[in-house]
């Protein structure tokens, strides 16, 4: 039997934008990756959605993703498994001039 985990996912900027949603609570079966909870956030997004945030099956690199505020790259990549209560956030890269 599979458990569910619920995760808050939130979105800044052009994904924000598109969700219509500053948080969103994810439910997703137990042992997911921060990139299943993407994908499930995508489906619910639509085409658009996906076009934005996905790139040859990776996150764009104009996006940040974040795990409990912390940036994923530090952390093992978008495959890392999330838990119960997690925060997974995409925020724009910010540049400056």
């Given amino acids: 039997m ?7 996912f939130k979105s800044f900027g052009p994904v924000r934008r598109l969700l219509k949603e500053k948080v969103i609570d994810v439910e997703a079966p ?6 299943q909870v993407i ?3 995508v489906e619910l997004g639509g085409e658009e959605l ?7 099956d990776a996150i764009s690199g ?18 890392i498994v999330v838990h119960d209560g997690d925060e ?3 925020l724009p ?4 001039g």
């Fill in 39 to 41: 994908n499930i956030v």
């Fill in 88 to 90: 997974v956030a995409i």
């Fill in 30 to 35: 137990s042992d997911s990756s921060v990139r």
């Fill in 50 to 56: 996906r076009k934005l945030i996905m790139h040859n």
């Fill in 62 to 79: 104009n996006l940040i993703v974040m795990l409990n505020k912390r940036d994923v790259e530090t952390l093992g990549g978008i495959d």
């Fill in 2 to 8: 599979v458990g569910y985990l619920k995760i808050k």
């Fill in 93 to 96: 890269h910010v540049q400056g």
